[in-house]
């Protein structure tokens, strides 16, 4: 059972590792000052990879409320807090998937044309997106590690065949022909414990 366990964990991980790391290229190549076909077909697989990836962590995290929230006793208001802001962050993390959604769809309809203008809009997404996450550092993750089971680690994994074709498949996208100094995979890992870079 631990293995299976350790399994879904590390599936898991292994997307948030990917998104941090292309996050962390998406970011770097935003700051190249030029223009040119090849960056802007970069800018959009790093998009479509976060797009997806964002959209997989609020179906994961949606589970881990849900499964953790009876773990939490009723006078438990730090656990409580917690819950009620990561709720709270996915909800205002799918408007900011959105905003950037639409902005790529603009990149790709307008090309190099675009660019400037999705710069900047990107930059405000990752703006956003990053004072989130520096908010909601709270982490439930000792409780986590006590009370949850393989069948609750299977459940928020939310893992199908599909889902992992399509991750690995957009992450080759974006490691195919990153610009230098931005592939995704020269980023190290950001653990659980460390700082939002």
Known sequence: MNENKN????????ERTHLSQVRRAFSDALE??????????FLV?????LIFS?????EQDLVLHERLHPHVDSDNSEYLDKLEKLELGLVSMESFILKLEKS???LVKNGLYGLEDFKKNANDFLEAFLSMLASNRHSTYSLEKKVFTNDDWEAIA???NESMESERKL???VTMSPPEGCN????????HNQAVE
């Open 7 to 14: 399994s879904f964990e590390s599936h898991v991980s292994n």
């Open 32 to 41: 190249i000052d030029r223009k040119d076909p090849s960056l802007a077909s």
């Open 45 to 49: 697989a790093c998009c479509n990879y």
């Open 54 to 58: 964002l959209r997989r962590l609020i």
């Open 104 to 106: 790529k769809e603009r």
């Open 158 to 160: 939310c893992i199908s």
């Open 171 to 173: 992450y080759d996208d």
């Open 184 to 191: 995704p995979k020269d980023y190290p890992p950001i653990g």
